[in-house]
């Protein structure tokens, strides 16, 4: 998918530009915690990698976001055999997501009537395409998990969309065997999120970077979703 037009200006970010992308980096990994909180007040399913991060929240006794926070490091640790190269948001995104998750789950209050935790599952699920497409679309590399992702895929020669696949099921079913919460909200979100992460990266579209930029990892899948 293009994030521009074809005839569009080759040229780079003008003065600014750089800030505002951080912004847009940062925003998006906060928003993708939030969303992310508003799933599990939800209680309705979660996305398939925080149905492992709960269930092994659930073992351990650490918080959700946590868990998230070394999860995430133990998957980037993966890209170092896979020869992936992170980015500014890759590493950003280990640490801010789950700081951002914890954060809302402390702030959101518990929710117990149905009437209420549909609609948190959805604005949940809405929000979580929200953050997606500003989060990639800045441009400071993909999440640790997309990058085991499409590094599986280079190394392997299998499509992306079945290592995708095999990846997300293991961790749900890993996830759901530990005590993760797997419902209609992560079937809902298994469906909506490839469309409104793709609408999203076309509102938030960002030029690409300069050549040789030191914080963009070269490289980055334009299709990949922000792993939970």
């Known amino acids: 998918m293009s994030t521009r037009s074809e005839s569009a200006p080759a040229e780079g970010p003008g003065p600014g530009r750089l800030p ?3 912004v847009q980096l940062y925003a998006g990994l906060a928003l993708y915690g939030a969303s992310s909180a508003l799933l599990v007040e939800a209680g309705l399913g979660l996305e398939p990698w925080n149905v492992l991060h709960q269930g092994l929240a659930e073992l351990t006794g650490l918080t959700i976001g946590v868990v998230s926070i070394v999860v995430g490091a133990a998957v980037l640790l993966l890209w170092i055999p896979l ?3 992170p980015g500014l948001g890759t590493v950003s995104n280990v640490f801010v997501v789950g700081l951002a998750m914890d954060g809302t789950l402390a702030l959101v209050p518990d929710v117990h009537a149905l009437a209420v935790r549909v609609p948190l599952m959805v604005a949940g699920i809405v ?3 929200v953050a997606t497409g500003l989060y990639i ?3 400071f590399g993909p999440g640790p998990r997309d990058g085991l992702m499409t590094g599986l895929h280079r190394r392997t020669g299998r499509s992306v969309r079945l290592v995708r ?3 997300e099921v293991a961790v749900v079913a890993t996830g759901f065997a530990l005590g993760g919460t797997v419902g209609v909200g ?5 469906v909506a999120i490839g469309p409104l992460a793709q609408l ?3 509102v938030f579209a960002a030029r690409p970077a300069p050549l040789g930029s030191a914080v963009v990892a070269p490289g980055q899948p334009e299709r990949a979703i922000l792993p939970g």
């Not at 992560?186 to 298994?190: E, F, P, Q």
């Open 20 to 22: 505002g992308r951080l």
């Open 83 to 85: 020869r992936q190269r």
């Open 127 to 129: 929000l979580n395409g």
């Open 137 to 139: 679309s800045a441009r």
């Open 165 to 167: 696949t095999v990846l």
């Open 186 to 190: 992560t079937v809902l979100y298994a």
């Open 200 to 202: 999203f990266l076309r």
